[in-house]
């Protein structure tokens, strides 16, 4: 009996410090910053995403960079050179929390996807996964143009 009720009372102070019980309780939300010291980060729009990114790939920077374009129309397109007449492969894209994600297909090689997040910095991360082979995906990052 002595233990559960300690667990209880654990539960219930736990339950308080986190805002569970609700706003009325005694701690509610605004007790939240002394369990975290740093604010949560604002909320992703899709704004943030669409424009020319200049992309580095991480895991290779000899490589050289891509380009990807992310436009409004839930499109985006990959390009190796930023002159490239024609892109090397495009895609489509939606927002799942804070992340785009862009499936696509590579002709005559496979399907991919993007995962993109942009960092407080406004830099953008991405996954690059080829669902053609068993590698782990690519990191790449990415300075708006």
Known sequence: MKNLRAIVITLLAISMLTGVLGSNCLAGT???????????????????????????????????????????????????????PSPHFSGTWSITGDTLIGPFTLPEV????????????????ILFYEYWNTKPPGNYTGTKL
């Open 30 to 84: 605004s007790y939240l910053p002394f369990i975290s010291s740093s604010p949560p980060p604002p909320p992703v729009t899709p704004d943030q995403f669409i424009g020319s990114w200049e992309l580095i790939f991480i895991d290779d920077p000899s490589v050289g960079n891509f380009y990807l374009y992310i436009k409004s129309d839930n499109t985006f397109d990959w390009f190796i050179h930023p002159d490239d």
């Open 110 to 125: 496979g399907n991919g996807e993007l995962a993109c997040t942009i960092d407080a910095s406004g830099s953008m991360k």
